[in-house]
């Protein structure tokens, strides 16, 4: 068996890692995405101030400039917002919801759509044209407007002090739900293909049960070009949560995700303090911008045609 | 040769099978349109049986439904018409729990080696996979132990049992798909064109590898092909099929010496002659037609140089002529006098 | 002089592991009006050659060494633009697969002739008049009327006598037929290659035929080229490599094709497999398969000698020659 060593150095001289190592852009991403995740996942360690604490806040040190111009203080280095909340602080807590809500939201939608479209492609005939149909309907409603349906819906239907509980949960589903059908289709396709193979036919023959091809044989072959899609996906996820936030539909003030502060920056931006709304817009775009370069490297790297 | 009375006593039996499949538009096309239901005749009446041990070659051309036979005899389809009987049981029993003792006698070998084997399954699981379906190993060790006997089998090594189907060649993943194929002891195999996709050097090993199988194991195969030359190495007897029927039926040595049906005779003459004996041929006539209006006659009629006004009215039915199955109207041993034959009022 | 001369070429891939020779200093002529054919199996670089020579090498292959002349002039490393006007014009190409070699949104006619006025100074009415003559040629039945259809509509056949048309249309010196009949029917197979033979002969271009059938081979060509791992191991004219083969490769493939009038209870099978392009062993490339081998084939690899009619690249057969 080969020690860790050996397999670091495998890992490296791998066909992957050569061409991610090719492309500086990429390398660029990476390094930016890694950073991302490293500084949200250190959040409480990392952040001098805690911003979803309400109690903690000084009103008094409301709207202060970044440190470094006139009237910023050090402790809050890149200023303030109306509440006394440390943006920066904010930002690296908002980091890590908007990353937990994006990567969840992609998951939860992968599983489902896979699920779907492999019994659809599988199954054929009227569970397939069931299915579609229900994939060609949502497909006609902007992605955003069923998250906020979902949202706006459950909001209604739950209890206040429950909603604020359990938004996370919410904005995940909504996500999820409004993503399914990409993954659906893509894994119909592909279960079509698959379907006709020998190997499954093969598997016919030796008298396999339908259900156990459709699990052992088929799904296997066609998740690999979804792996690819939910990376990219990753990124419009994180943009549904921060317009949804920004919307005031998302994630409660007292636990801001990045689109909740662009939010909330958004009414001071013309009257001068643009630190609440510029330096959440820049973490946003630069994550949104590192998944998607890395999404693009990937799906080149698995495209044959290119190789 | 057998008779029409003998089914019961060969391994496997066919008679009357035919496969239809629908190729009517959509239904909300034909609605509107008024379109009638349009039924694609895959196989159409085909009958024939074979004894223990022994290899049946069907041979045709692409769309006469080989590949289809050999799908209903293994049970991936479902039979429109007739019956086939494989060890005396009809094959329908194999959907059942009753029937998969049967399901183990009967096995397949497709004729892609590239998509036969599962890309993400390793040799040993793809290999095992008979044997655990069919619970008929217990253990790691004696899964490992049956495995590793049947990739020796198949001239392979047990090293190969760890690695996946991309690492090896195409004549190598045959020989898995042959080992597949073994696990569970089965007494019939279906070929659909095992060696078509393979370079010759690697369809010699391979045909030599079946035929001491065949040999050492007893086994009955039903060997589908187009290439006469390799048909010619390992049947017994042969069926040919155009469009969907069969078109002759004899031992080997019949059929190649002396063909009955213009069909045969063609597909004889097209063969490359690797004599070189300079022995001048008449290219074939005309191609296949798309089969889904069938002709009320013969199928082969518009291509046959020997046609006359019946074979396009009447479709023939096989009778035996001597030592082979024949349908055609104007087939008799005497070939060359068969025009003089009909005009005189056969 | 012959029509297409190739010397000592050699075709490289480079990959960030390094260089991987797919073709190893071969050496190939084709008269004019000649039949050759070049025979091996998958992987052994026919194909390869066939698209070196027609200036159709896809990236990352290069030619990295040798010559190829044609009509004594070098057209290996022409500027694309010539290469572009030489092909077509002087050097026709049928493919294997009929259904992607034709344009699926233009007619058949338009295809052909867009192809004739792209090479003969013809204006559109000419040029029709010639595709509908080109079609009757290729025997396709109702030229006139096919000439609007488009290729989903025709047989495999009768796509690919349309590709030869096209192939034929500028009426080429040589014409590059790669694989012409392996995806058709077997009796298909026969009239394609009867149609090519004609051709040949009517028009006069000389036929670089690539297959791996030597059926095929025996019917149509006049000379033979045997391949093995990149390399060519025998030439000569048809009916002596098909019927005297000298080299153990070449034996061993005429023993494993089976034979309708064969009656061997085995086939004779070559142990082993070609081997792949980044494990091609030293010396003699055949060596670990072969019946016959020396010392020397491990070590040098063979050069080539004349036996006969045919010239062979083996140890064994110099040592034969020798021994006589």
């Not at chain 2, 009447?314 to 068969?338: D, F, S, Y």
């Not at chain 3, 000419?126 to 259809?149: C, H, K, N």
Request: contains cysteine; glycine residues 8%; aromatic residues 6%.
């Amino acid at each position: 068996m080969m020690g860790v060593g050996e397999k670091i150095g495998k890992l490296w001289d791998s066909d992957m890692a050569y061409s991610l190592r090719a492309s500086r852009l990429t390398l660029a991403a990476l390094a930016v995405l890694v950073l991302g995740c490293l500084l949200a996942f250190l959040a409480p360690w990392l952040a001098p101030h805690e911003p979803s604490n309400l109690g903690a806040l000084n009103l008094s040190d409301s709207l202060l400039p970044p440190a470094w111009m006139d009237g910023g203080q050090a402790s809050y280095f890149l200023g303030t917002d109306d509440q006394g909340r440390d943006v920066f602080s904010a930002i690296l807590y908002g980091t890590r919801i908007s990353l937990i809500v994006g990567v969840i939201s992609v998951l939860l939608s992968m599983a489902i759509g896979i699920s779907l479209g492999l019994v659809s492609g599988y199954l054929g005939g009227k569970v397939d044209a069931l299915i579609m149909g229900l994939a060609d309907v949502q497909l006609s409603f902007p992605s955003i407007l069923i998250a906020l349906l979902i949202d706006g819906v459950a909001r209604t239907v739950l209890a206040k002090v429950m909603h604020e509980n359990i938004s996370y949960l919410v904005v995940i589903l909504a996500i999820s739900l409004s993503g399914w059908v990409t993954y659906a289709r893509v894994v119909r396709g592909l279960t079509l293909l698959e379907k006709n193979k020998e190997y499954v036919q093969a598997a016919h023959v030796i008298g396999v049960h339908p259900f156990k091809v459709m699990l052992t044989h088929v799904l296997p072959n066609v998740t690999g070009t979804v792996f690819v899609l939910a990376t990219l996906h990753i990124g419009s996820a994180v943009m549904i949560e921060a317009t949804l936030s920004f919307l005031g539909m998302g994630m409660p003030p007292s636990s801001p995700s990045l689109g909740t502060l662009i939010s909330t920056g958004n009414k001071f931006l013309f009257s001068g303090e643009w630190w609440i709304f510029v330096f959440p817009g820049l973490v946003l775009v630069a994550l949104i911008l590192a998944v998607n370069l890395l999404g693009d490297w990937l799906r080149d790297f698995f495209n044959p045609k290119l190789q | 040769m057998k008779t029409e009375m003998d089914m019961g006593s060969r391994a496997v039996a066919v008679s009357g099978l035919a496969k239809y499949f629908d190729t009517s538009r959509p239904w909300l096309n034909r609605l509107l349109e008024g379109a009638p239901k349009q039924v694609m005749r895959a196989v159409d009446d085909v009958s024939f049986s074979i004894e223990r041990g022994k290899t049946l070659a069907l041979v045709g051309e692409s769309g006469c439904g080989k590949s289809t036979v050999a799908r209903l005899l293994v049970g991936l389809h479902q039979a429109t018409h007739g019956e086939i009987r494989v060890f005396g049981q009809d094959i329908g029993v194999v959907k059942t729990k009753a029937g998969k003792a049967l399901r183990q006698k009967i096995q397949m070998i497709f004729q892609d080696p590239y998509a036969s084997l599962n890309p993400r399954w390793r040799i040993k699981r793809i290999i095992a996979e008979p044997m655990l379906e069919h619970q008929l190993v217990q253990g790691e060790a004696e899964i490992e132990k049956r495995v590793a006997e049947l990739i020796a089998t198949v001239g392979l090594s047990t090293a190969d049992l760890n690695k996946y189907p991309h690492q090896f060649s195409g004549g190598q993943r045959q020989r898995i798909s042959i080992a597949r194929a073994l696990a569970t002891q089965p007494d019939f195999l279906v070929c659909d064109e095992p060696t078509s996709a393979l370079d010759v050097s690697v369809q010699a090993q391979i045909l030599n590898l079946m035929k001491d199988l065949q040999k050492n194991h007893g086994l009955t195969y039903l060997f589908i092909s187009h290439n006469l030359a390799v048909v010619s190495y390992v049947a017994d007897e042969v069926a040919v099929m155009y469009m969907g029927r069969s078109v002759e039926m004899a031992d080997k040595d019949s059929i190649f010496c002396a063909p009955l049906h213009p069909y045969t005779q063609m597909l004889l003459e097209a063969v490359p002659d690797l004599e070189m004996s300079g022995k001048a041929r008449q290219a074939p006539l005309g191609e296949v037609s798309s089969s889904s209006n069938p002709s009320r006659g013969c199928a082969f009629q518009p291509r046959c140089r020997h046609a006359v006004a019946r074979c396009a009215e009447e479709r023939p039915e096989m009778r035996r002529v001597e030592h082979t199955l024949v349908a055609c109207h104007l087939a008799k041993p005497q070939w060359l006098n068969a025009r003089q034959s009909a005009s005189e009022g056969s | 002089m012959a029509l297409l001369d190739v010397r000592n070429l050699s075709v490289e891939f480079k990959n960030r592991r390094g260089n991987l020779k797919a073709l190893d200093d071969i050496s190939l002529s084709i008269e004019a009006g000649e039949v050759l054919g070049i025979v091996g199996e998958s992987g052994a670089g026919k194909s390869l050659t066939s698209a070196a020579v027609i200036g159709l090498l896809q990236a990352p292959g290069y030619v990295s060494a040798g010559q190829i002349l044609f009509d004594g002039r070098r057209i290996d490393n022409l500027p694309a633009e010539e290469m572009n006007r030489l092909r077509g014009r002087e050097i026709g190409a049928i493919f294997q697969d009929p259904l992607t070699a034709l344009d699926p949104l233009y007619s058949i006619g338009q295809q052909l002739v867009e192809t004739i006025q792209a090479h003969l100074d013809l204006n559109v009415d000419d040029a029709r008049v010639r595709a509908v003559e080109l079609l009757q040629e290729t025997g396709i039945p109702g030229a006139a009327e096919r000439f609007y259809a488009y290729p989903h509509q025709l047989s495999g056949g009768m796509r690919q006598r349309v590709v030869i048309a096209l192939a034929i249309a500028a009426n080429p010196k040589l014409i590059i037929a790669d694989e012409p009949t392996t995806a058709l029917d077997v009796s298909i197979q026969a009239q394609i290659m009867l149609l090519l033979k004609q051709l040949g002969a009517r028009h006069g271009s000389a036929v670089m035929l690539v297959t791996h059938d030597m059926g095929v081979i025996a019917e149509v060509a006049d000379r033979v080229v045997v391949m093995y791992a990149g390399r060519i191991v025998e030439t000569g004219p048809t009916r002596e490599v098909i019927h005297h083969p000298r080299h153990p490769y070449t034996i061993g493939l005429m023993n494993s094709i089976p034979k309708l009038s064969g009656t061997a209870e085995r086939l004779q099978q070559i142990d082993g497999a070609m081997p792949r392009l980044g494990s091609i062993p030293s010396g003699c490339a055949f060596h670990p398969r072969c019946r016959q081998v020396h010392e020397r084939c491990l070590r040098e690899r063979p050069e080539t000698f004349t036996a006969g009619l045919s010239k062979v690249a083996c140890w064994s057969v110099k040592e034969e020659q020798v021994a006589a």
